[in-house]
Structures are given as structure tokens and as C-alpha cells.
């Protein structure tokens, strides 16, 4: 299952200015759907994307998929290629990575996740729930510079 991201309100159509680097607005919001970045990213999580930045290793990234480029998902980048990035997702038993699709060029590479933000779940007003939620709920995303680990393991 694809790690997909939806739009967001307020997230800026993605257009081939933003794709050459020359966005108007360099940052957008993306929700994640499905498990495949399971336990980093959870099921409608929201991400802070920063169009253009420089991928590294390790680093989670927005792309277009590379056999539907009207779909946009959400990888680890684990490894530069001959003809682009080698992504995986932090989940090994949900696929719909390079594994399935081989390296992603460099072009469908939108951008990488800065920060990460999970919404108020609905029901949960009670003031211990608000300051669990407060903790728990933003954070930045880091690189996870193991991911070349598991790519050799697998």
C-alpha cells in the first residue's frame, strides 16, 4: 500500500514552477494516508513539506510516484542512484517503494518533510488528553540515517 499524501486546506497546488524549485510558496502541508511509514509517520499525520530542499540520505520526501505521477507519496530517501533516489518506507512489510518501482528520478522528488503534526483526535477535550496530545503531537522530523542499514538487510 502507497504512502499517499492529500491535500490539505490551505496546501498550494503543486504546479511545474514548483517542481522546477521556483515555487511561490516553498513550504506546503501534506496529510499521510497508510501504513507504510509506521511507527515514524502514523495515518493522518500532517507534514510541513519544504519544496526543492536538498534530499540526503535518511531524510522522509514527498514524490511523485513514478508510474502515477498524479499520485504523491511519502518515503524514507535511503540511498543516492544512477538516475535518482532509492526511497523505502519505514514500515518493511507495507511496500509500495523502490523495492516495487525502482529508483525515483530526481525530478519527482518534490521536497522533504521538515516537521511533523498530528491533529486533536475528536472526543478528546478532557485536559489530560489536551496536554498528552501537546507533547505528543509536533516534532521535527530527523533524518533517520539507519535506513541504509535495513536496505542492505533486505
Known amino acids: 500500500m502507497e504512502e499517499r499524501t492529500g491535500e490539505v486546506p490551505g496546501m498550494p497546488e503543486l504546479s511545474q514552477e514548483t517542481e522546477r524549485g521556483r515555487a511561490v510558496a516553498p513550504f506546503g502541508v501534506?496529510?499521510?494516508t497508510?501504513?507504510?511509514m509506521v511507527p515514524a509517520l502514523q495515518h493522518g499525520d500532517r507534514l510541513l513539506v519544504q519544496y526543492g530542499a536538498s534530499v540526503r540520505p535518511g531524510d522522509v520526501v514527498v514524490l511523485r510516484h513514478p508510474f502515477q505521477q498524479d499520485l504523491l507519496v511519502v518515503k524514507r530517501a535511503v540511498e543516492r542512484r544512477d538516475g535518482g533516489?532509492?526511497?523505502l518506507g519505514d514500515n518493511p512489510y507495507a511496500g509500495g517503494d523502490s523495492t516495487d518501482y525502482g529508483v525515483v528520478p530526481d525530478e519527482l522528488v518534490l521536497g522533504k518533510a521538515r516537521f511533523r503534526y498530528r491533529p486533536l483526535p475528536a472526543g478528546q477535550r478532557s485536559p489530560l488528553a489536551l496536554v498528552r496530545w501537546a507533547f505528543s503531537a509536533a516534532r521535527?522530523?530527523?533524518p533517520d540515517r539507519s535506513a541504509s542499514r535495513r536496505l542492505r538487510a533486505r
Open 85 to 87: 533516489w532509492w526511497v
Open 34 to 36: 497508510g501504513p507504510s
Open 30 to 32: 501534506a496529510e499521510v
Open 140 to 142: 521535527p522530523l530527523l
